[in-house]
């Protein structure tokens, strides 16, 4: 399992979209060698629907399926808000994420 710290790796740039495309890859790159991956939100808030689209949402777009995904990926300490821009977006492109792994 690896945990990707959003406020170390992205500290200066975690709202854009290209953040939130080497996130993206990032998470992908793990859950290729059937690792679960934890990226962690602590004392973020990130407010943006590019870094969320490009970050998470199109985690669907890999070479992984989605139930896949779903087992492998947890987000950890989401803003409240946040957590409700990331399923919004989501439900844009049709995807259910209220079933994915969140922790507090």
Do not use: C, H, P
């Not at 500290?11 to 993206?24: E, M, P, Q, S």
């Not at 290729?32 to 199109?58: L, N, R």
Request: hydrophobic residues 40%.
């Amino acid at each position: 399992m690896i945990t990707i710290y959003l406020k170390e790796v992205f500290k200066t740039d975690y709202i854009t979209r290209d953040a939130g495309a080497r996130l993206r890859k990032n998470i992908l790159e793990e859950m290729i060698k059937d690792k679960k991956v934890t990226v962690d939100f602590s004392d973020m808030k990130i407010a943006s629907t590019a870094f969320f689209d490009e970050g998470i949402v199109k985690l669907n777009e890999g070479n992984i399926s989605w139930s896949r995904v779903k087992e492998l990926l947890i987000l950890k300490n989401l803003y409240q808000y946040d957590k409700k821009l990331l399923l919004q977006i989501a439900s844009y492109r049709n995807l259910d994420f209220t079933n994915l792994q969140y922790q507090d």
